[in-house]
């Protein structure tokens, strides 16, 4: 299925398919440097234009639709709001939320059926002194009227040019339980509230799936029905094979209520830490879909589309 670029310089890449403009790639700065400025995805839509992303919900007004995050790394807060503090709870500390920097389009490259994109990034602590170089890349494709789905698929590598060891953990190594919120991120509509779970192994819960390795269960899925139009949409989350053989073991933040979102979490349980000129890589895939899809059909389609 054909799909159309925008590129307005500066600001946002827009795709379109079918006449529906699918999602834009956000990476001007934020406005609001307490929210942790970084590029993100929203608008995220199905082929037929139901909304699949949440954009600054009430609730948390740093959560922007899909984008890369790091709840704590080496005291610093890249994924925007409230610190985290043991014993103390949740904090307002903007002097400590971080940054990252877009500086370059390494390669921009439109094809009829497909958009991949290699971006430069710099990771930023807040007294503006720089952490971490990104390479990203994304790529938008697959997009398949019959099944009426596409993915996007995300991936990162980071090296440490801080000249000291980076250390990412999450609120839970920080003492808060079942709260290893960090890495991707997505937040769904508002109207995903309370929507169904999915697995490898079948229909499950948040409560069921929170924590749990994805050398376990490679992808997680997320069935929401939408407000206003009768229909539901299908989203699926996997790692790609080699994930399963990084240093850092992935587990997934998962929740349904009383917000709906899905993170790869790349540090829930434990911290690591990356020494001055490390690096490390992580593959993704999201699979957008209208309908509610059964784990099955997720599974098919996953081992249908090569890595």
């Not at 920097?101 to 490259?109: N, P, Y």
């Not at 299908?234 to 979102?261: D, I, K, M, Q, Y």
Request: with cysteine.
């Amino acid at each position: 299925m054909p799909i159309t670029v925008t590129h307005t310089h500066g600001e946002r890449i827009r795709v379109a398919a079918g006449g529906t403009e699918l999602l834009a790639y956000v990476y001007a700065p934020d406005p609001a440097a307490f929210e942790s400025r970084k590029p993100y995805v929203h608008p995220l839509r199905t082929l037929s234009g139901s909304l699949v992303s949440g954009y600054r919900p009430n609730d948390h007004r740093w959560h922007k639709g899909l984008q890369m995050t790091a709840s704590h790394l080496s005291g610093q807060n890249f994924w925007g709001g409230n610190c985290y503090v043991h014993g103390e709870g949740y904090l307002v500390k903007p002097e400590l939320v971080g940054s990252m920097r877009h500086d370059a389009f390494d390669s921009l490259e439109v094809a009829d059926d497909r958009l991949d994109f290699t971006e430069h990034l710099t990771w930023i602590e807040n007294g503006g002194e720089e952490w971490a170089d990104e390479r990203r890349r994304v790529a938008v494709h697959s997009a398949d009227a019959a099944s009426s789905s596409y993915v996007i698929d995300w991936s990162i590598h980071l090296t440490n040019i801080r000249g000291e060891s980076l250390h990412f953990g999450s609120p839970t190594t920080h003492g808060r339980e079942m709260a290893g919120y960090t890495g991707l991120h997505w937040r769904g509509p508002r109207d995903f509230t309370g929507g169904q779970v999915l697995s490898p192994s079948g229909p499950s819960t948040d409560e069921e799936m929170m924590g749990q390795p994805a050398s376990k269960h490679p992808w997680i899925g997320f069935v929401g029905e939408h407000d206003d139009v009768d229909a539901h949409s299908t989203l699926a989350f996997a790692h790609a094979p080699e994930n399963a053989e990084s240093v850092h073991g992935s587990h997934w933040f998962v929740r349904s209520e009383p917000t709906p979102t899905i993170a790869f979490s790349w540090a829930f349980f434990e911290e690591f830490t990356l020494p001055p000129g490390d690096s490390f890589s992580y593959r993704y895939r999201t699979l957008v879909a209208d309908g509610a899809w059964e784990p099955e059909e997720i599974e098919q389609r996953l081992k249908s589309l090569p890595w």
